[in-house]
C-alpha cells in the first residue's frame, strides 16, 4: 500500500513537470492516471518502502549525481579520444567482477553507471553469484580482484549507502 | 549570458553526437561499437538538451528537457545491456584482437 502511495505521488509530481504550467484541468487528469498506474504497478515498484523515509539516502544519492557525472564526462572524453586516434589504441575483452550489492534496484543503478563511465559497460548479471561481465574497451587486468578494484568499487560504496 | 553558456553546452553536445557516429563507423565489432554509441551519444544529447534548459530556464520546454535527460540517462544503458546480452547470446564473436572473454568461459 506504501509503496502504491509513493509510486502515485512520483507519477503526479512527473505528470505536473511534463505539463507544466499547472491547471485544474491536467491536475485532474494527472490524478486519474497516476492513481490507475500506482494501481496497476505499484506493488512492483519498491519492496521496502520504508526505506524511502531515511533522510541519510537523499544525501548519499545527491553525492553520487556529481560523483557519477564526472565519472561519465571523463568516460566521453576517453572514448573520445580513442575513437579519433588514427591508429585506434584499443584492447577490448570481456571481464568478471564481483559485487556485494545484492538488491535489484542497487544493481541496476550499479549496472547503468558501468555503461555510462570510462571505456566499460555491463554485458549480463549474475545475482545469484554476485557476479556481472563487463566489456572494457582498454582491459588493464584480465584478473578478477584487480578489475573488481579498478571499475566497481567507487560506486559500489555509494550505492550500497543508497539502496541497501 | 545564459544564453552563450546554453549554446556553448549544445555545440558540445553536438561535437560528442559527432565522436558517437564516428565511432560507430570506426570501431571493429559489435561490443566496441557499442561503447561509443551509448557514451557519447548518452553525453552529447544530455549536453544538448541541458544547454535547451540553461537558455529557457525553468520554463515549460526547458523542464521537459530536463525530464529528457533523467529518462535517457535510465534507459540508454538498459538498452546497450539488452543489446549486448543478446548478441553475445546469439553468438556474435568478440574482435579478434580482443584480450579475453571472461563470459563465454563461464557460460
Known amino acids: 500500500m506504501i509503496s502504491r502511495l509513493i509510486l502515485f505521488v512520483i507519477g503526479f509530481f512527473i505528470w505536473t513537470m511534463l505539463s507544466w504550467p499547472p491547471d485544474l484541468q491536467h491536475a485532474i487528469i494527472g490524478v486519474i492516471v497516476a492513481a490507475f498506474v500506482a494501481f496497476i504497478t505499484g506493488d512492483l515498484f519498491t519492496s521496502r518502502p520504508a526505506n524511502f523515509a531515511h533522510i541519510t539516502r537523499y544525501l548519499w544519492f545527491v553525492y553520487y549525481v556529481p560523483v557519477f557525472l564526472w565519472e561519465c564526462f571523463k568516460a566521453n572524453i576517453d572514448v573520445a579520444l580513442r575513437v579519433l586516434n588514427p591508429k585506434m589504441p584499443i584492447k577490448p575483452g570481456i571481464v568478471k567482477v564481483k559485487t556485494s550489492l545484492k538488491s535489484d534496484t542497487a544493481l541496476t543503478f550499479l549496472a547503468n553507471s558501468i555503461t555510462l563511465t570510462p571505456g566499460t559497460f555491463c554485458v549480463d548479471i549474475s545475482r545469484k553469484e554476485g557476479v556481472l561481465y563487463i566489456h572494457w574497451i582498454n582491459v588493464k587486468s584480465t584478473d578478477t580482484e584487480q578489475a573488481t578494484k579498478l571499475i566497481v568499487e567507487k560506486f559500489e560504496r555509494i550505492l550500497k549507502r543508497i539502496f541497501e | ?107
Not at chain 2, 560507430?24 to 548518452?42: G, M
Not at chain 2, 525553468?58 to 540517462?73: S, Y
Open chain 2, 1 to 107: 549570458m545564459n544564453n552563450i553558456i546554453g549554446y556553448t553546452f549544445v555545440v558540445l553536445g553536438l561535437m560528442f553526437d559527432i565522436i558517437g557516429c564516428i565511432g560507430l563507423i570506426r570501431l571493429p565489432d559489435v561490443y566496441n561499437r557499442l561503447q561509443a554509441t551509448t557514451k557519447c551519444v548518452t553525453m552529447g544529447t544530455c549536453s544538448i538538451l541541458f544547454g535547451t534548459l540553461i537558455i529557457k530556464g525553468f520554463t515549460a520546454t526547458g523542464l521537459k528537457a530536463f525530464l529528457c535527460i533523467l529518462f535517457l540517462l535510465l534507459t540508454a544503458p538498459v538498452a546497450a545491456h539488452a543489446l549486448s546480452r543478446g548478441a553475445h547470446i546469439s553468438g556474435v564473436k568478440l574482435w579478434d584482437k580482443s584480450v579475453c572473454d571472461k563470459y563465454e568461459e563461464d557460460k
